[in-house]
């Protein structure tokens, strides 16, 4: 029998075990040292939220369904030689991970709920086997990226640089058979048609080659009669990922949980890098994508606002109210939310300057004045009642 527990705590590597749900439930002295946390910190949380580890092009390597519990649900060890781990400061520990899976047959008990042990080394790469078959990874929130088995392919070195568009076309239209006259109109718009067909045989040929190098099979390319299809179940992409669990992060907040929620959100916040495929800025099929899923982000950040002020976590509020902002200085929403949690932390100067930046904003960039409620909201703060008024809203959400 095998003692998760016992594993940990006398590890030589920094160590922790985790559940059936990515919970941790061990967390040795070696991994205190490494990222900061004390095992009470630690202990029933996520180790995606722990860890936030990213491969070495910015990927997120923790990630919902993550490679790591798939592969310790089906009883196999995973391992990424390269990551970077967030310290407890903030900061980035670079290291590797690998791990001992605990079998239910050699469980100590039926209750132990341990189902694998991670081991993190601190600036090494470990060597092993190859990696068991996973799904593909696709990354298209902010720089686009590719990986397998917890390895970032080094796809900006692809000769062939139409194999990369082709894949980026096919992950848009994930699980859809997209017709080969569809794919050489949009690659090679100036081509006859037999020429463009050669061309476009060629291009998938690589992009087989290149993830097959990979490990993955030539099928998750799949050709149907005259089409070209990304096989939906071999990949996960965090566009998907992302809307997911904005949905139940929303569905959790309707039903008043909000530490779930918030849970929910910080995880979608986490894989949001950037904007949909930001360096094709000037392709029209990303520009509609783009801006839905800057509009889900933006919704993310004020349902974390709304999860940190039920706490009454009023500062925290006010940085992710000036992170929105950032993004999108012309929401009155985030302002006025803004200039209410100012108005908490006992700081109504604060907030009235907020009123007047939001006005020269919206002056310089709409050339309009802020809507009614705003204006509203800035008369109660002159007149000393906003307070009551914020109180009165928090009661009627509540009800």
């Given amino acids: 029998m095998i003692d998760a527990h016992n594993m940990v705590d006398h590890a030589s590597d920094a160590a ?8 941790i439930t061990a967390w040795n002295r070696g991994a205190q040292l490494l990222l900061g946390y004390e095992p009470s910190e630690v202990i029933d949380r996520r180790c995606s939220e722990i860890l936030r580890a990213v491969l070495p092009g910015g990927e997120p390597l923790c990630v919902p369904s993550c490679d790591g519990i798939q592969c310790f649900l089906r009883e196999q060890p995973f391992a990424a030689s390269a990551c970077r781990a967030r310290h407890k400061d903030g900061g980035s520990v670079p290291m590797s991970i690998a791990s001992v899976v605990i079998p239910k047959h050699a469980r100590r008990s039926h209750s132990d709920s341990a189902v694998a042990v991670i081991f993190l080394r601190e600036g090494e790469e470990k060597q092993g086997g190859p990696p068991p078959e996973r799904a593909l990874q696709i990354f298209v929130l902010g720089r686009f990226g590719v990986a397998v088995s917890g390895h970032r392919l080094a796809v900006e070195n692809w000769k062939r640089k139409q194999s990369l568009t082709l894949l980026k076309y096919l992950v848009a239209h994930l699980g859809h058979p997209v017709h080969r006259e569809a794919l050489t109109e949009y690659l090679w718009p100036d081509v006859d048609e037999g020429d463009g067909r050669g061309r476009l045989k060629v291009t998938v040929y690589y992009l087989r080659c290149q993830l097959r190098a990979a490990g993955l099979p030539d099928d998750v390319v799949q050709t149907a009669g005259k089409t070209y299809v990304l096989k939906d179940e071999m990949v996960w992409v965090d566009a998907e990922a992302f809307q997911r669990l904005v949905a139940e992060g929303s569905t959790l907040q309707r039903e008043k949980r909000w530490d779930e929620a918030l849970n929910l959100y910080e995880e979608a916040q986490h894989l949001y890098r950037g904007d949909y495929l930001e360096e094709d800025i000037y392709v029209d099929w990303c520009a509609a994508e783009r801006e839905r899923l800057h509009e889900i982000y933006l919704e993310v950040l004020a349902g974390m606002i709304d999860c940190h002020a039920e706490h009454g976590h009023y500062a925290k509020a006010v940085q992710i109210c000036r992170t929105a902002l950032v993004r999108d200085p012309c929401r009155e929403s985030f302002h006025r939310a803004l200039m209410e949690h100012l108005v908490h932390l006992g700081r109504a ?18 050339g309009v004045e802020p809507m009614p409620q705003t204006r509203r909201l800035h008369r109660q703060i002159l007149e000393g009642d906003v307070g009551a008024s914020i109180e009165k809203r928090a009661a009627r959400r509540g009800e």
């Fill in 16 to 23: 922790f075990a985790i559940d059936q749900g990515l919970n």
């Fill in 349 to 366: 100067d604060w907030a009235l300057a907020q009123y007047h930046s939001c006005r020269r904003i919206l002056a310089r960039e709409l």
